[in-house]
């Protein structure tokens, strides 16, 4: 490969380390990589571990380590744990596991660092297995360990890990710290809990922000809002600042319940909340889509005076239209003074949530005569909004647009939106083609999108490539192996649907259990798939059969074919007529009165054979019901769905 020399003023390996050392650490590793004294001084110790360090892709890091091996560099321990971490990072498992079985003497990092690479990969049975099979472990191996367990939400295991840790004389540090509290939180333990207090007391660490929120939120969850309040406030560094800091963390960590909880506690503790508390606060609302709570939350935000207050807007329009009231979206968008660009993309978004792709349309046009100068993210609701209507020609124009009128560089997302276009036109081919020449890299979602659409178009063996694709790409993620079984068994290839269950056993893979939730006088009511355990239960058995025989009358037929969908559960129509969203649906009828429509929530997408039936319920009970499902919201009324079924 011919390359222009780099000017280079190195005259000895001093000055050439650091020149090598300033291009790396600006990007330009291909430089660095060719500066004619690497050669001379790859002993340096530490060079190569920058080099790793600095490394942003996996195809340069190969050619990298390459190097490194061909001049020996990588039978330094140092040098191959910096190496191993780098191919962890660029998320290069094989390679890294690799590695690791070939460093010499291997030592404590190198084990923390695999074991990290499995805790992050969600695989804690292996990484417990190599806990367990390393020779001596340090702080960092139990820290890294107690916060894994509690990431995945194993709370009991980790708490028996914290205390596992004690015992053989570890000094928590405050990650791990935190960590713990948040088992306790999760477990309710309050004993364990003022245990962990004691320690942390003792060990001076009562007074640092993080640990003393994470003690405060565990005294809350555990019921003792006053004891959690009082933690609260003896900490010196108590302001606005720092609790939005711990609000919006909770809330990115996917814990919106706790970020709620922290938000109500330290209103308690008196501080003021301001916009931007309320703008987490509101968001972790539409992350459960609590809608009385984000109503409470609102009203709180009025009373603070900062409603007006475009971020405050831009995520209440996202909150109801999340509920599923695209009127109070409209509301809150429209009660604004002007066109804001922010605000109107979120109501775009919302538009297109909801499958009024022509509303969405109109909006932009008025925001475009208004003068507005659109960006890349409300392109991006506007193509999604257009995508999720079926209207092909318009979003087609909108890509357009964006790219050659207004010049924007299209991500990975837009793609996956006219990928959706063109698979609902049944233009497949198209679609492949466009991926693979588009200049972004195609992650595991656009390709899913692609595979949802052969489904659609009944294309299976282009389904069959693509999904293996998919697989590759996210060997870990269930819902291509669903889709994969979903195709084989529309086409009755029971041998092959069988082949994919055992791939996912032989890699761990489990489904992620279907979960639906209804609303009711601002209490959730949740239920799982298959599910017995409400406390009105025989009443909604009695109401789903009821159901289910009258919507035999009008010509349903439970869909066979989709019992694989649940994979682990074989039981034929019972498994079928007990999927979450059927168990909600028939909770929400019992308990709402006449005439008030149905809103369910799921945490994964509705099967084909409860979008049949829904809609059909729709039609016999005369009553609009609105599913929330992963990706969108479908509108039932009179026997049809907005989305067209097509989702
Ligand atoms: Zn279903
Ligand atoms: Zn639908």
Redesign the pocket.
């Known amino acids: 490969m011919a390359r222009p020399a780099l000017k280079t003023l190195a005259t000895g390996p001093q000055e050439a380390k650091e020149e090598i050392l300033q291009l790396c650490s600006s990007g330009r590793l291909k430089d660095a990589l060719h500066h004619r004294f690497l050669g001379v001084i790859w002993s340096e110790a530490g060079l190569f571990a920058h080099l790793f360090r600095a490394c942003r892709a996996l195809p340069i890091l190969r050619q990298l380590h390459a190097f490194a091996a061909t001049s020996g560099a990588t039978a330094d321990r140092f040098t191959a744990n910096h190496l191993l971490l780098a191919y962890a990072d660029l998320g290069d498992l094989p390679t890294a596991r690799n590695l690791f079985e070939r460093i010499p003497k291997r030592n404590v990092m190198s084990w923390n660092i695999l074991i990290g690479v499995y805790i992050k990969n969600g695989d804690l049975g292996t990484a417990r297995k190599l806990f367990d099979e390393m020779p001596a472990r340090n702080v960092a191996t139990w820290n890294a360990m107690v916060a894994g367990l509690t990431d995945s939400r194993l709370n009991a295991e980790s708490l028996e890990f914290f205390l596992a840790m004690r015992r053989e004389g570890m000094r928590p540090d405050e990650f791990g710290l935190g960590s713990v509290l948040r088992c306790c939180s999760g477990l309710r333990d309050i004993v364990s809990g003022r245990q962990v207090h004691a320690y942390v007391v003792r060990s001076g660490l009562d007074r640092d922000m993080c640990v003393g929120s994470s003690l405060a939120h565990m005294y809350m969850r555990c019921g003792f809002l006053e004891e959690g309040e009082t933690v609260l406030r003896a900490l010196p560094s108590l302001n606005i600042v720092s609790c939005n800091t711990i609000i919006a963390g909770r809330a990115q960590n996917g814990d919106s319940e706790g970020a709620l909880e922290y938000f109500c506690m330290i209103r308690g503790a008196g501080v003021a909340a301001n916009a931007v508390t309320f703008v987490s606060a509101i968001s972790s609302c539409s992350d459960l889509a609590a809608l009385a709570q984000g109503q409470q939350v609102h009203a709180q935000a009025i009373k603070a005076g900062v409603d007006k207050v475009v971020p405050v807007m831009t995520s209440l329009v996202h909150m109801y239209s999340r509920c599923g009231c695209l009127c109070d979206s409209e509301r809150v968008c429209f009660g604004y003074s002007g066109l804001d660009l922010v605000l109107c993309s979120a109501m775009i978004s919302a538009y297109g949530f909801h499958g009024h792709g022509q509303k969405a349309v109109d909006l932009f046009k008025q925001m475009m005569s208004g003068g507005s100068e659109p960006n890349e993210v409300t392109f991006l609701a506007l193509l999604y909004a257009c995508s999720h209507s079926g209207l092909k020609d318009e979003g087609i124009d909108c890509f357009e647009l964006m790219t050659k009128t207004y010049g924007l560089q299209p991500s990975v997302k837009h793609y996956t939106c006219i990928v959706d276009l063109l698979g609902r036109s049944g233009r497949l081919n198209e679609a492949e083609a466009l991926i693979l020449s588009m200049p972004v890299r195609p992650d595991g979602v656009i390709w899913k999108t692609l595979l949802s659409a052969c489904k659609i178009q009944k294309n299976f063996d282009m389904a069959e490539r693509i999904a293996e694709r998919v697989i590759e790409l996210e060997p870990h993620d269930s819902a291509s192996y669903v889709l994969l079984s979903n195709i084989r068994a529309t086409s009755s290839r029971w041998e092959d649907v069988s082949e994919v269950r055992k791939t996912m056993r032989k890699q761990n893979v489990r489904k992620e259990p279907g979960v639906s939730w209804v609303e009711l006088k601002g209490q959730v009511h949740q239920f799982c798939t298959g599910d017995k355990s409400h406390s009105r239960q025989r009443e909604i058995d009695e109401c789903l059969d009821k159901m289910m025989a009258k919507i035999k009358q009008c010509g349903y037929a439970p869909d066979m074919s989709?019992v694989f969908?649940d994979m682990e559960d074989e039981e034929k129509e019972v498994s079928?007529a007990h999927?979450s969203?059927?168990l909600a649906i028939a909770f929400a009828f019992l308990s709402l009165p006449e005439g008030v429509p149905i809103r369910v929530m799921k945490n994964l997408r509705?099967?084909d054979?409860?979008h049949l039936a829904i809609k059909l319920m729709s039609k016999v009970t005369g009553r609009e019901i609105v599913v929330r499902d992963v990706s969108r919201f479908h509108h039932f009324k009179d026997g049809k769905c907005s989305c067209g079924d097509y989702w």
Do not use: A, Q, R, Y
């Open positions: 989709m969908h079928l999927h969203e059927k509705v099967c054979d409860c």
